[in-house]
């Protein structure tokens, strides 16, 4: 399996109403953390009401933690916005 597609399996877990996984690591080639292959650097955005009453550093926190495997399995960066679907209307 992928690395994009274990990380939209395990944010699956939030019934999100909006979920894009995009692998950028073409675009950091040569940069810290690059690696042949790809998968290190990725564009999350999560649309989910399970981020209801959260700050914004609490949905980043919940999520990096949902996704530890994967960044002690070589994702190096994870440029991520995490929503409520009334923020994203």
Same mark, same amino acid.
């Given at each position: 399996? $992928?690395? #994009?597609? !274990?990380?939209? #399996?395990? *944010? !699956? ?8 996984? *995009?692998?950028?690591?073409? %675009?950091?080639? &040569?940069? &810290? &953390?690059?690696?042949?292959? &790809? ?6 955005? @999560? @649309? ?7 700050? !914004?550093? #609490? ?10 495997? /994967?960044? %002690?399995?070589? @994702?190096? %960066? ?8 009334? /923020? $994203?209307?």
């Amino acid at each position: 399996m $992928s690395m #994009a597609s !274990r990380i939209e #399996a395990k *944010l !699956r877990s939030l019934e999100p109403v909006r979920l894009e996984v *995009l692998d950028e690591s073409s %675009a950091h080639r &040569g940069h &810290g &953390g690059w690696r042949e292959g &790809g998968e290190t650097h990725f564009k999350v955005v @999560v @649309v989910s009401a399970a981020f209801e009453g959260m700050s !914004r550093v #609490a949905r980043q926190r919940m999520v990096y933690k949902m996704l530890d495997a /994967e960044f %002690a399995g070589g @994702v190096h %960066a994870l440029a991520l916005t995490a929503l409520t679907p009334a /923020e $994203s209307a």
